[in-house]
């Protein structure tokens, strides 16, 4: 049975979703990194980037989730469009959009914005901007296409899915849904599917620590000893 190595948050929800449509059997593995469950050895042996999610899959193991959607939808000849070179193109470029653009400045404007000690104005500023400047392009596409590949759910809709959920906290805009009209039908209509209500209710099954305490920020921000050390 697959272990899918699991935390309530973005880049993990877009696997759980995976696994739910394609209605694979898994054991949901609870990484409760708030209490730095992602820096021991054992889950290290499973991903040395000490991050969730992570797969193993017999004697597969798969780290990164947007390499975790492309296994899973090679794995099952789902989720995938077209095995045409146009279709394909579409397909990597617009993931690798969601997964070195997106995701990677979603997450610097969350922690910047929610997180980061003072003075923060140039590193939110620039955060921000970015973070706009990928969902408004994906809010583009969108105004254009049912789904980011065109007429067909695809993992690339999977992969938006998984970050879109934060968009109102990441740009601390209560207005944001209405700033991005395409993507929120998007994200709608993947909410009501089933798959996606399972994928959410997962968090539900762990009691994962919720508290950004002065432990969790050690476990969650590693980088800050060296500042501590700095100031001693
Ligand atoms: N590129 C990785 C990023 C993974 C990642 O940053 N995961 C977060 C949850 S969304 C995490 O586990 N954070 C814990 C930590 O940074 O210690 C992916 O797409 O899977």
Redesign the pocket.
Known sequence: MIKFFY?P???????ALFLEEAELPYEMVP?D?RK?E??TDAFRSV?P??????LVDGDAVI??????LLYLAEKTGRFLPANEPAARGDMYSWLMFV?TGV??YS?QCVHFRHFAPEPKTYAVNRYDFEAWRHWNIINDRLSQRRYMLGDTYTLVDMAVW?WAGVVPFLTGDPEAWEKLPHLKRLFDEINARPAAQRATALRTRHAFKTEMDEAARR????QNARLDATAS
Request: glycine share 14%.
């Open positions: 935390h948050s973005p880049n993990p929800a877009k696997v990484v990194t730095g992602q820096h991903n980037n000490g991050k969730t999610p992570a780290f990164d989730s947007n390499a975790i997964a995701g990677p997450g998984g476990e969650m921000f590693p």
